[in-house]
Structures are given as C-alpha cells and as structure tokens.
C-alpha cells in the first residue's frame, strides 16, 4: 500500500506546484480537449509521452502498447486513431520508438514468451524484411538499434495504409504522420521521418527504409 500512498502524495504536491505558478491552471484544463498530436508510444514506464516532449494536459493524446506497434487490425489504436482524427481534429499522428526497447529486444530472441509472442510477430516481419540489412551489422547493439529505427519507419507506413488516414489524406485534410525515437541514455528525440502527408510520401518512405511493397 505505501506505493499507491506515494502516488497520492505526488498528486498533492503536483497539484500544489500548478496551482502556486497558475491558479487557473485546472480551471483552465476542463474544457474540451484540442490537442494537436496524437503519440503512438511504447508501453515502457521510462517513456512519458508529456515530459520528454514538454507538454502540458491537453496538448497531446496518447496510446501506448509493447514496442509501439500499428497494427491494421487492432481495434484499440485504430479507435483511437479515428478518435483523434476524425473527432478532435489532431493533424499531426507520431510513432515514438525508443531504444532499449525490450521488446523488440525479445523479438530477436527464440525463447518462448506467451502471449506476447504473437504481438512481437509483426516486429519479425520488420527483421524478415530487412534481413540483408541486418546481419550486415556486426555489433549486436547498434543492429538492434537500427531495428528499432526500421519498426518505427513499418509502423507510421502501417499508420498511412489504415482506412482513417487514407481517408483524411483523400478529403484534403492536412495530416502529418511522423516517426521519432526517444534517446534513454540522454532524453534527446532523434527524428527518422517528419511530415508524411500522402500515400507518395509514404510509398517513398518504404523505399527509403530499404524495401519496396
């Protein structure tokens, strides 16, 4: 119980601290959002979405699942997805990778997991994929480096192939897709693909990653 206590107890104080700089700061917060980003994000409790990108309640939506995946047949970030753009209007769609992520990390591995095994499968076909490439890298910690820049770049090409986006993209809408992965030695955001505003740029961008459709 002291751990939910804790939690209690830096609510308090976080209250206190926003409410000591502005006294509107919750007042303020209680109207509808409009958050401008929708972040796609990694389930792992040293990636907070609102601190590394200096955001404050409102500005950003949020879904995070193991290794920050996009699948075209999840229901939970494909309503979340539509949610974000067809509802609160965000115009900008990240996937926020970051290294050291266990869970691509298992994905190179052959020891059975459970459950998580079948959603670390579509990171295999990521590997399956990008194999040449891959194996061309010596040291173990940079090929599993450029694989998680490689999941990044599959996933924000799966975000442009889901019927939300295609839609948006066909009815004018400005909607950026980006793909960003978060640094845990320094908390520094390295960018891989900014501003996929088409299914060109998409297509492009496969390319780019080293593998055509």
């Avoid at 502005?22 to 109207?31: G, M, Q, T, Y």
Wanted: hydrophobic residues 45%; aromatic residues 6%.
């Amino acid at each position: 119980m002291e751990h939910i206590k804790r939690l209690f107890q830096n609510n308090r104080r976080w209250v206190a601290a926003m409410t000591q700089t502005d006294p509107e700061f919750f007042r303020k917060r209680a109207v509808p959002a409009e958050p401008h980003f929708l972040f796609i994000g990694c389930s792992d409790s040293r990636v907070p979405a609102d601190s590394l990108t200096g955001t404050t309640p409102g500005e950003i939506f949020v879904h995070r699942n193991i290794a920050n995946q996009v699948f075209t047949a999840d229901l939970n970030v494909l309503s979340v997805l539509q949610f974000a753009v067809e509802v609160l209007h965000v115009g900008n769609v990240i996937v926020c990778g970051h290294y050291g992520c266990a869970g691509v990390q298992a994905a190179c591995g052959t020891a059975p997991l459970g459950l998580v095994d079948n959603w670390l499968g579509n990171i295999r076909n990521v590997m399956r994929l990008h194999r040449q490439e891959l194996e061309a890298i010596a040291d173990p910690a940079d090929r599993l480096r450029r694989l998680i820049d490689l999941n990044v770049l599959e996933q924000v090409y799966n975000l442009s192939q889901t019927p939300v986006v295609q839609k948006a993209w066909q009815s004018g809408a400005t909607l950026l897709l980006h793909g960003l992965v978060y640094q845990l030695e320094d908390g520094l955001l390295k960018d891989l693909a900014l501003g996929i505003d088409s299914p060109e740029k998409a297509e492009a961008l496969a390319h780019a990653a080293g593998h055509a459709r």
